[in-house]
Structure formats: C-alpha cells, structure tokens
C-alpha cells in the first residue's frame, strides 16, 4: 500500500494569481497521477506525472496552465496557474505502484477555491 | 479505456445487500474491471478489482459474467458507513490512468 499526503489540505485564493499544490508518498512509485473534481462531479485526469522529463498532458489541459514537476519517485507538485473561479475544484494526486497492479491509492485532495 | 455506464443513485437500508451493476459493452480483453469508493471529502479508496466469474475480499463481492459486458458489485449488510460514491471502472492497467464515470451515489437510510 502507499501513504499520501497533500499541500495544503484547502486553500481560498484571488483570481489572477498561482497556487502550488505538493503531494507526498511514504514510498518510491513508478506512476503519479493529477486529477480534478469539480463540485459535485467526477474525476477527470489532468496528467501523468513523469519522473526525470515533461508530464504528459490530458485532452483540455495544458503545461502552460497546470505545470507538474516530478523530482523524484516520491514528491510531485501541480501548480494551477493564473485562477479564475473556474479553477475551484478539489485537486487530487494518485500513485499506483507498478504497471503490472491494478490499484490506484489517492491522497486526500487539496479543495481549491477562487474568488 | 472502456466507458462504463452505472445508475446515478441508489437508496437501501441498513442490514440489506446492495448490488450496483455497470455496463462495459466494449471492454478490451485486458481490461480488468475495478470499484472505487469515495466517502464526501476524501479521495477514491480501492474496493475490488477483477476479470471474470466472481471475486471476494473481505469488503465486497464482484460478479462478471462470461461476456464481460457487465459487472455487479455485491455489498453485503450495508451499513450507514456505506454511504458514499461508488465507481466502476475498466482498467487497462499499463497505463495507470483511469477514466472515471460518472459513479453511483449509494444512501444507506436507517
């Protein structure tokens, strides 16, 4: 199993500006995962977080909007860029520890709102 | 990935068996069919994964019939606990990412 934490657990922020959300697990995985659930709604995958080069992208989703890093096999950050109120949503990482394993751990979600 | 198609509700009672039934007519052959649950301010947590016949863990029951176009998860004796949002999904698994629906929201009255 994989522990994961995220950074900050909840934030309120102005239009127009940039939040930083980190994401943490308690042990080295192979895949990460960006999503986004808005209000009420499902998930939907935002990107793939590749460790050592570029995340891969989602249709709808862009690097210049949500900018991910992958330093390491334990650590990654997705920052939402330029918010407007259509950015409140609750953001969430995920972790699955290997290719050939079909479970899927997802950290508590960071909940976003923009004002 | 395939789409899956669940009923956007359901309602049960304590002490009853709930059994929410997805569709998944174009799975691929190496898609495995997984549930989520997600509880109202937390991320999914994984229930039950399988491929086809039935599964059970300790939480659930997970019947896949031959074709694999369909699956029901079985709850049995839900609780108040139960109540949250369950999602079925077809996992190709190599690529990790999944496509979530639209889930079924499951309310576990008294």
């Known amino acids: 199993s994989a522990v994961i934490s995220q950074k900050p657990s909840r934030d309120i922020c102005q239009r127009g500006t940039s939040l930083t959300i980190q994401c943490q697990v308690d042990?080295?995985?192979?895949?990460m995962f960006w999503y986004r659930q808005q209000p009420g709604q499902s998930l939907t995958l935002i990107a793939t977080?590749?460790?050592?080069?570029?995340?891969?992208?989602e249709s709808g989703f862009v690097i210049d909007k949500f900018p991910i890093s992958r330093p390491n096999l334990t650590f990654s950050t997705l920052t939402v860029s330029n918010m407007s109120p259509e950015d409140s949503s609750i953001y969430l990482c995920?972790?699955?520890?290997?290719?050939?394993?079909?479970?899927?751990?997802f950290g508590p979600g960071t909940r976003l709102t923009v004002t | 990935l395939a789409k899956t198609t669940q009923p956007i509700s359901m309602d049960s009672y304590e002490g009853q068996e709930v059994n929410i039934t997805c569709s998944h007519n174009?799975?691929?052959?190496?898609?495995?069919i997984t549930w989520y649950q997600q509880f109202p301010s937390q991320g999914p947590r994984f229930i039950i994964q399988?491929?086809?016949t039935k599964v059970t863990n300790e939480v659930a029951s997970l019947f896949i019939p031959a074709d694999r176009k369909s699956s029901t998860l079985s709850l049995p004796r839900v609780s108040l606990s139960d109540t949250a949002v369950y999602y079925c999904?077809?996992?190709?698994?190599?690529?990790?990412?999944?496509?979530f629906g639209k889930g079924t929201k499951l309310s576990v009255k008294p």
């Open positions: 995920s972790v699955k520890l290997g290719t050939m394993t079909y479970e899927q751990y």
């Open positions: 042990s080295q995985v192979t895949m």
């Open positions: 977080a590749n460790q050592g080069s570029e995340a891969t992208y």
């Open positions: 174009n799975i691929a052959t190496n898609d495995y």
């Open positions: 399988g491929y086809k």
């Open positions: 999904l077809a996992d190709g698994g190599s690529q990790g990412n999944l496509i």
